[in-house]
């Protein structure tokens, strides 16, 4: 991913691969987007780099895009941030998590902060846009990095196709309202853009090659 000599961004495919989740750092501080895996993995990733943990961010609510991040967050006594109207999916989806021999989210698990749209400074002279992005889920959010013009979609759009709508609070009409609010924002074609699975692409590349990515 783009980087210079203060900040990196780095998309990790935690064990069982799955879902991309990415870690930002400027020095030694650190953050997290979408922790998927064990937050043990997660521990020995932070460690092995000197990192410290500053935060945790979740661009929606489902299992496989915070499954660490409630015990992560404890561990290192830091915050994590959710949308509100997706804190309800906590915990809901321990069923897929057992597929992948992943912890359960428990009842007594660390709560999250709630975020809505707007911006914020996550590390040190590290800027990110919050754009809310219902219709995945309820409370889905996308993040922005104006400064190196990196986006990240969670779920709402993907390489070729569009999040689902089948899941608890799906709603297609509020997604496909979300992604021409993106189209909309006119983003340059070199912003580089992370999606919850799958490759990641730019705004330029969706545009030719994602058919929902229309005016």
């Known amino acids: 991913m783009p980087k210079n ?12 691969q799955n879902t991309n989740s990415v870690l930002v ?3 030694q501080d650190a953050v997290i987007f979408d922790p ?13 780099r000197g990192l410290t943990l500053r935060g945790i961010y979740a661009t929606h ?5 915070i499954s660490a991040a409630p015990s992560l967050a404890h561990a290192f006594h830091v915050d994590w941030y959710l949308n509100s109207a997706d804190e309800y999916l906590i915990g809901w989806g321990n069923e897929l998590l057992d597929m992948f021999e992943i912890p359960h989210i428990h009842d007594d698990y660390q709560k999250p902060i709630h975020i809505s749209a707007g911006a914020m400074e996550v590390l040190p002279d590290l800027q990110m ?4 992005s ?5 409370g889905g959010l996308m993040f922005y990095f104006p400064q190196y013009k990196i986006l990240f979609t969670g779920d709402t759009l993907f390489a070729d196709s569009v999040g689902r709508t089948d899941f608890p609070g799906g709603d297609e009409h509020q997604l496909m309202h979300s992604i021409h609010n993106l189209i909309d924002l006119e983003l340059d074609d070199e912003t580089y853009v992370v999606h ?5 692409t730019t705004i330029e590349w969706l545009k030719q090659h994602n058919q929902y990515f229309k005016d």
């Open 5 to 16: 000599n203060e900040v990196k961004f780095e998309v990790l495919h935690m064990p069982p």
């Open 25 to 27: 750092s400027v020095g």
């Open 36 to 48: 998927w895996g064990k937050a043990k993995d997660w521990e020995k990733v932070l460690l092995e």
């Open 61 to 65: 609510g489902h299992p496989d895009h």
């Open 129 to 132: 846009e919050i754009m809310e």
């Open 134 to 138: 219902p219709g995945h889920t309820p």
């Open 196 to 200: 919850g699975h799958g490759m990641e």
